[in-house]
């Protein structure tokens, strides 16, 4: 499958591979966007930009806000958020948010962190609930 | 490309729980596509709906001719991928064996245009040598060592020129 490029946000290497607690994605923020619709996502790489998706290892960031020139440092253990002022752009912010995962997941290079945009979701609807015993027969 | 500089914030909230990972165990699996999605329908479709063969007989033939179908075409698929691998291997020895050639032709045609340059030489430095020796006898001793001096540095740098075997 071939998607369009993000114009919202942009990867780095990964930082600190396969050191705990200090490995994280870092994310620059390019142009102002709601987090809510991104996630991320473990890929193997084996050409240049090009991933296949690994099974059931999803980051969703939740919704929030965040401006051109900030930083999003996604690191793969668990921890709390934080946000930081940074300098360059001044008045820019460096979120830390956390995967929450037990174990490294990057020191093999070939295992890549991939961005993904939602586009569209369906939501599976919740089955009815069952008729309430008092119910019956009323 | 101007790349800017990744942050590092003094604090990482991280709360340090996090192990190294057992590069031991292969915990991380990647997603894999259906290989051949149009056998997989067509077995499915046998195996649940028979009578969309023309009943069950003919929906075991169909599964299984699609089954045997899928199963040579990921065989020759694998042979494929394995000559690929060769033929990539054959290549690369088949650019090393250029660059040896190019190496060695260009040492012989080196070798050629100083040839006779080399043989001069030679000839000249054991001429001054013999020379030399003639010269002691007769008393010239200062002359008599200039023209060894000189005699032998020709030889050697004569001999030592020479491009000998090796390929580097």
């Given at each position: 499958m071939i998607v369009a490029d993000l114009q919202e946000l942009k990867l780095f290497p990964v930082a600190d591979r396969g050191i705990p607690n200090q490995e994280r994605i870092p994310i620059q923020v390019l142009k102002s966007t709601d987090l809510g619709k991104f996630g991320v996502l473990v890929g193997v790489s084996y050409y240049h930009k090009i991933a296949t998706p690994v099974r059931d290892n999803l980051f969703w960031f939740g919704d929030g806000l965040v401006n051109a020139g900030d930083w999003i440092l996604l690191y793969t253990g668990s921890g709390t958020p934080r946000a930081d002022d940074w300098t360059t752009p001044p008045g820019s912010k460096v979120y830390s948010v956390h995967w929450g995962r037990p174990t490294t997941m990057f020191a093999n290079t070939s295992v890549v962190p991939v961005i993904f945009a939602v586009q569209g979701v369906d939501v599976g609807a919740s089955p009815s609930d069952l008729p309430q015993l008092g119910a019956i027969g009323a | 490309m101007n790349e800017a500089k990744v942050p590092l914030p003094s604090e990482s909230g991280s709360d340090g729980s996090q192990a190294k990972a057992d590069a031991n165990i292969q915990e991380l699996v990647p997603a894999k596509a259906s290989a051949m999605p149009m056998a997989d329908s067509i077995i499915g479709l046998a195996s649940s709906?028979?009578?969309?063969?023309?009943g069950e007989v003919a929906s075991t033939l169909v599964a299984g001719v699609a089954a045997q179908m899928a199963s040579e075409l990921q065989q020759t698929r694998a042979e494929l991928s394995s000559v690929r691998v060769t033929a990539e291997a054959s290549a690369s020895d088949l650019a090393d064996e250029r660059v040896k050639s190019a190496v060695l032709s260009e040492r012989l045609r080196a070798f050629q245009a100083t040839r006779h340059l080399k043989h001069l030489g030679v000839a000249v430095g054991t001429l001054l040598l013999g020379t030399a020796f003639q010269l002691s006898r007769t008393g010239n001793t200062p002359i008599a060592i200039t023209a060894a001096v000189i005699g032998a540095l020709l030889v050697l740098v004569s001999w030592w020129s020479v491009p000998r075997g090796g390929d580097k």
């Amino acid at each position: 499958m071939i998607v369009a490029d993000l114009q919202e946000l942009k990867l780095f290497p990964v930082a600190d591979r396969g050191i705990p607690n200090q490995e994280r994605i870092p994310i620059q923020v390019l142009k102002s966007t709601d987090l809510g619709k991104f996630g991320v996502l473990v890929g193997v790489s084996y050409y240049h930009k090009i991933a296949t998706p690994v099974r059931d290892n999803l980051f969703w960031f939740g919704d929030g806000l965040v401006n051109a020139g900030d930083w999003i440092l996604l690191y793969t253990g668990s921890g709390t958020p934080r946000a930081d002022d940074w300098t360059t752009p001044p008045g820019s912010k460096v979120y830390s948010v956390h995967w929450g995962r037990p174990t490294t997941m990057f020191a093999n290079t070939s295992v890549v962190p991939v961005i993904f945009a939602v586009q569209g979701v369906d939501v599976g609807a919740s089955p009815s609930d069952l008729p309430q015993l008092g119910a019956i027969g009323a | 490309m101007n790349e800017a500089k990744v942050p590092l914030p003094s604090e990482s909230g991280s709360d340090g729980s996090q192990a190294k990972a057992d590069a031991n165990i292969q915990e991380l699996v990647p997603a894999k596509a259906s290989a051949m999605p149009m056998a997989d329908s067509i077995i499915g479709l046998a195996s649940s709906n028979s009578r969309a063969f023309g009943g069950e007989v003919a929906s075991t033939l169909v599964a299984g001719v699609a089954a045997q179908m899928a199963s040579e075409l990921q065989q020759t698929r694998a042979e494929l991928s394995s000559v690929r691998v060769t033929a990539e291997a054959s290549a690369s020895d088949l650019a090393d064996e250029r660059v040896k050639s190019a190496v060695l032709s260009e040492r012989l045609r080196a070798f050629q245009a100083t040839r006779h340059l080399k043989h001069l030489g030679v000839a000249v430095g054991t001429l001054l040598l013999g020379t030399a020796f003639q010269l002691s006898r007769t008393g010239n001793t200062p002359i008599a060592i200039t023209a060894a001096v000189i005699g032998a540095l020709l030889v050697l740098v004569s001999w030592w020129s020479v491009p000998r075997g090796g390929d580097k």
